[in-house]
């Protein structure tokens, strides 16, 4: 018959066995956790880095992206602009040959006048198209500021302020009344969107930069912890030839 004690006894040998068993596990993830050697916990992170730099790239495409479809409306803006300004010009000469008999502007003079007036419009339709191109140009390299559209749009950019702020607000003809309608002078939008394209890039850039070093440095302390293993390695084996020598 089984009695009282002898289930007591059981049940301590359960407990005893369950104890050492917890124990044993427990010695069995320390020892797990002991063999993670300083190479392995570099090289974790450098996975985790290349996984973030792979991000970081993908997030950089989707800002270049955003940043085409906008360029797409300063575009819009900038031959609205050019537009607004030639044909208030036009208007301005046209009223000035009906209103005069003599000395008429001939067409060829009609021309050079608008785009001597408002060259600067002209250049910010030019820019706007520049960036359009940058934006929609998909690059391999690492660098995107030194692309030749982005060049040229960051030279036209000064020359186009120089323009505009020579230009004046009276119209393309001095001769004009004061009650016909003159052209306004816009302050070029290419110029603002292109200042927040650079801004937009230089950040982006150097997330990318920040990221790349970081993988780097990962990769030389990898490197310098192989060497040092080897040498390690080296001097255990010499250690142990002199042993065997001296035995």
């Not at 880095?49 to 479809?69: K, P, Y």
């Not at 007036?117 to 198209?129: A, K, P, Q, R, T």
């Not at 390299?141 to 120089?162: E, F, I, N, Q, T």
């Not at 002078?185 to 790349?212: K, N």
Request: with cysteine; hydrophobic share 40%; glycine share 6%.
């Amino acid at each position: 018959m089984v009695t009282a004690d002898n289930l007591r006894q059981r049940r301590g040998k359960k407990d005893g066995a369950g104890v050492a068993g917890g124990s044993t596990s427990a010695d069995g993830a320390t020892s797990t956790a002991a063999e993670v050697t300083p190479i392995q916990q570099l090289r974790d992170a450098h996975a985790r880095l290349v996984l973030s730099r792979e991000r970081t790239a993908e997030l950089h495409h989707s800002w270049r992206n955003q940043l085409l479809r906008v360029s797409l409306l300063v575009i819009f803006i900038s031959l609205h602009q050019l537009q607004s300004c030639i044909g208030s010009c036009l208007r301005e000469i046209k009223g000035f040959n009906q209103s005069t008999a003599d000395g008429k502007i001939s067409g060829a003079r009609a021309i050079q006048t608008v785009f001597g007036m408002y060259f600067y419009e002209v250049l910010g339709v030019v820019i706007s198209f520049l960036l359009a191109l940058f934006l929609g140009t998909r690059k391999d390299s690492k660098r995107d500021l030194d692309h030749w559209s982005y060049l040229m749009c960051s030279a036209l950019v000064p020359v186009c302020l120089g323009f505009y702020f020579q230009s004046q607000d009276v119209g393309c003809m001095e001769e004009a009344t004061p009650e016909e309608e003159t052209a306004k002078r816009q302050f070029p939008a290419v110029v603002i969107y292109h200042t927040i394209t650079t801004l937009a890039f230089w950040f982006m850039q150097s997330g990318r930069d920040q990221c790349e070093n970081h993988v780097k440095i990962v990769e030389e302390s990898i490197r310098d912890f192989v060497r040092m293993d080897k040498k390690m390695e080296l001097k255990r084996q010499k250690m142990k030839q002199a042993g065997r020598k001296e035995r």
